[in-house]
Antibody
């Protein structure tokens, strides 16, 4: 059973860099799949931040691209998120999730499953 | 980028049927996946692809799609189905980007 667990500081000062790690258990990241980060501001909806393939290829939300870096460490079976120059608008619960992509009878399917439990990051001085 | 629009809230009587819709241009090219989120919990996948349910998801949840609209139907809604529901699909740009719907709060009366 694949499980994901986010970790990192719960409080970050404005203009600093938010850093989170997602530890994966029950599956070896180097075996495949994409892995993603999603966030949810308090009381609001979900926002895709970006994804990374096990080989290291990355894809970012255009609205965050200039500030986001996602990396993978296959030796530790984990992947990480860095978001620079944070403001109060970056306060959110941050989730990591496995991104499944497959082709069935010529049709591309994709879904996020499973998800980590999420970690609240507050940006405040 | 693309947007996926959902009705903010719907209500359903216990045991009745409710349909949640998700509209967006990307849905003409890609199937939606659907997620249930209860307060204080992480989202849980309930439907992916044309109409696929992960193991453990009750068969009262079903999905469908037509044109630019994807739908999640709960047939015989139960009290435990009260939650927020989000759709998700690949961005219509085809650049391996993803977008979530605005979310629908389902209340079971």
């Amino acid at each position: 059973q694949v499980q994901l667990q986010e970790s990192g500081p719960g409080l970050v000062k404005p203009s600093e860099t938010l850093s989170l790690t997602c530890a994966v258990s029950g599956y070896s990241i180097s075996s495949g799949y994409y892995w993603g980060w999603i966030r949810q501001p308090p009381g609001k909806g979900l926002e895709w931040i970006g994804s990374i393939y096990h080989s290291g290829s990355t894809y970012y939300n255009p609205s965050l691209k200039s500030r986001v870096t996602i990396s993978v460490d296959t030796s530790k079976n984990q992947f990480s998120l860095k978001l620079s120059s944070v403001t109060a608008a970056d306060t959110a619960v941050y989730y990591c999730a496995r991104l499944c992509i497959t082709m069935v009878r010529g049709v591309l399917l994709n879904w996020f499953d499973p998800w980590g439990q999420g970690t609240l990051v507050t940006v405040s001085s | 980028s693309s947007e996926l629009t959902q009705d903010p809230a719907v209500s359903v009587a216990l045991g009745q049927t409710v349909r949640i819709t998700c509209q967006g241009d990307s849905l003409r090219s890609y199937y939606a996946s659907w997620y249930q989120q209860k307060p204080g919990q992480a989202p849980v996948l309930v439907i992916y692809g044309k109409n696929n349910r992960p193991s453990g998801i009750p068969d009262r949840f079903s999905g469908s799609s037509s044109g630019n609209t994807a739908s999640l139907t709960i047939t015989g809604a139960q009290a435990e189905d009260e939650a927020d529901y989000y759709c998700n699909s690949r961005d219509s740009s085809g650049n391996h980007h993803y977008v979530f719907g605005t979310g629908t709060k389902v209340t079971v009366l």
